[in-house]
């Protein structure tokens, strides 16, 4: 009962304002209480208002009161504090639900400090003094208070485990390890514990690392989002600045562009962001992960060790590495929207084409599996028309622009200035960007598959028009002896089955050219790794004469 007692006086001379025992107390006109800095601060908040009031029971005073000590609870607090130590223990000292509780204790149960694995139970501070002053006590094993001790006592001898059958993986006691478990490989579960330990250490550190990588991962793909944004921005306003130029039946095509290259910009950019927070994701687990093994690795109790450890000891599978391309994203937008605005005159006199924007897909930067198969290539499918306003006058284009066949006899184009003058070669209508695929079926004496940039010199004799003698194109040539791949003029021998059919793969941004054998099978041929500068045309050409080349429908 004193003690009780003096626990109400605490509570009666506290200050309701800093909730600590009265220092200097003074006492208002409504009889409550107050450390007299409290109270000072308190009104000086006030004085603007000029009516001054009791925190507790909101009475209000005018003037503000002269403030007096009141010299009797100034005492009582003294008084209080030299008996302080006899108080009886605050709530917070008791044990609660989620609290381990003194096994010692009676009555209401004080928080456990302790918990001694040799005794199966848990102590408070008063009880657990024994531990620290008996010599009977020496060896015993003193860790956090834990719930879980019961679990350390063997079911079958009721002794605690301190042994492990790495036989069975399972903790024992000596009696086990004499009895049903005899003959197993047994050790200490401190030994045990101590191998485990290693192995933690080094998942952790795994751990570590990866969480390292991820955040780098997650800071080297903030730029890609700046530069997507910078280059689609960019991009919009070229668009616009050429498309104004034109007459207003251009104007919609105008708008279309600005909405694919916003479409792209905002897949691209969402795409980013996806990947950031399944890294962020990533990291939080890891984190996660790493501080439930960093709290395994503390606890003192080799049981609850070896139980908890086979669940936090797995790791699972990590994002897959991510691949930064180079920043180059939607100038091609820029170079169709130029080329349509100076080719635009000659398109409206023969006919109107459709003309999409270059980027016709979205550019990933997780790593995508190359196609394999004919049906995989098909996905990527382009429909290719050949220009005639680039077609040797020795040419013949049918078949709806898809076809050129050797001719003998001149034919009677309009002069143009990106017509080969000397060669028997033409180019497609449309630019090649993105993933694309085409597929040439060929007849005659040989025919060159290729690829070209768009300023590839077109008049003269020099090696600089021709496909695959200079850095500018690169080409297949088929015969019907085989096949040989020509760049720059080194030529490079291809083997594989004779095909009348090629088909081309181009991955613009992966900087990849692929050609393959289609027949019954497919077969690759010849692989280019590179990185394209500009956009591409694709193109034939024919060195002896006597040949056709068309490109495919393709479904």
Not at 447 to 463: K, M, P, Q
Request: glycine share 4%; hydrophobic share 30%.
């Amino acid at each position: 009962m004193a003690q009780k007692g003096v626990q109400l006086d605490r509570e009666t001379i506290s200050c309701s304002i800093c909730l600590d025992l009265l220092q200097d107390p003074v006492t208002l006109p409504c009889g409550h209480s107050y450390c007299m800095n409290c109270i000072k601060s308190y009104w000086d908040g006030e004085d603007e208002k000029k009516i001054h009031s009791c925190p507790q029971c909101m009475q209000t005073f005018t003037p503000r009161p002269v403030l007096m000590k009141n010299t009797m609870l100034a005492v009582l607090v003294e008084e209080l504090k030299k008996t302080g130590l006899q108080a009886a223990p605050a709530d917070h000292c008791y044990a609660g639900p989620e609290d381990v509780a003194c096994d010692a204790c009676t009555g209401r149960k004080l928080k456990a400090l302790k918990s001694c694995l040799f005794c199966v139970a848990s102590y408070c501070e008063t009880h657990l003094q024994p531990h620290f002053e008996s010599p009977a006590f020496k060896k015993h094993k003193l860790v956090d208070p834990s719930k879980k001790l019961q679990e350390n006592i063997c079911s079958r001898h009721d002794e605690v485990m301190k042994m492990f059958c790495r036989t069975d993986q399972q903790c024992i006691c000596y009696l086990c390890s004499v009895d049903e478990h005899k003959g197993h490989d047994t050790v200490s579960a401190a030994a045990e514990r101590t191998e485990r330990q290693r192995e933690l250490e080094v998942s952790r550190q795994n751990i570590q690392q990866r969480i390292q990588d991820r955040e780098k991962d997650v800071k080297e793909l903030q730029p890609q989002v700046e530069a997507i944004n910078r280059s689609a921005d960019k991009a919009v306003e070229d668009s616009e600045k050429i498309f104004t130029q034109l007459i207003r039946l251009m104007e919609k095509r105008s708008s279309d562009v600005e909405q694919q290259v916003r479409s792209q910009q905002e897949t691209e950019v969402s795409q980013v962001k996806e990947l950031q927070e399944k890294l962020e994701q990533e990291i939080t687990e890891l984190k996660r992960k790493d501080a439930e093994m960093k709290k395994l690795s503390h606890t003192e109790d080799h049981t609850q060790f070896l139980y908890n450890y086979p669940s936090l000891s797995a790791l699972s599978e990590s994002t897959s590495s991510i691949n930064i391309r180079p920043l180059r994203y939607f100038e091609d937008v820029t170079a169709a929207a130029s080329e349509l605005r100076d080719k635009l005159q000659d398109v409206l006199k023969e006919k109107w084409t459709n003309v999409s924007l270059p980027v016709t897909e979205v550019d990933v930067l997780l790593p995508q599996p190359e196609p394999k198969t004919r049906a995989e290539l098909l996905k990527y499918s382009r429909k290719i028309t050949l220009d005639p306003n680039t077609a040797s006058e020795w040419i013949l284009i049918s078949q709806g622009e898809r076809k050129a066949t050797t001719m003998s006899q001149q034919q009677s184009y309009s002069s143009h200035p990106d017509i080969f003058t000397r060669y028997f070669q033409v180019l497609s209508r449309g630019s090649l960007t993105g993933r694309c695929y085409w597929e040439v079926e060929w007849r005659g004496d040989g025919v060159e598959v290729a690829v070209a940039y768009h300023n590839i010199i077109r008049a003269g004799t020099g090696d600089e028009c021709v496909f695959g003698q200079n850095d500018k194109s690169w080409a297949l040539t088929c015969d019907p002896n085989g096949y040989y791949f020509m760049f720059n003029n080194m030529e490079t021998p291809v083997s594989g089955p004779q095909s009348s059919r090629v088909g081309v793969y181009l991955d613009h941004s992966a900087g990849i050219l692929s050609f393959y054998s289609v027949s019954e099978t497919m077969t690759l041929l010849h692989q280019v790794q590179t990185t394209f500068t500009q956009p591409l045309y694709a193109g034939v050409g024919f060195p002896e004469g006597g040949a056709t080349a068309e490109f495919c429908k393709l479904k």
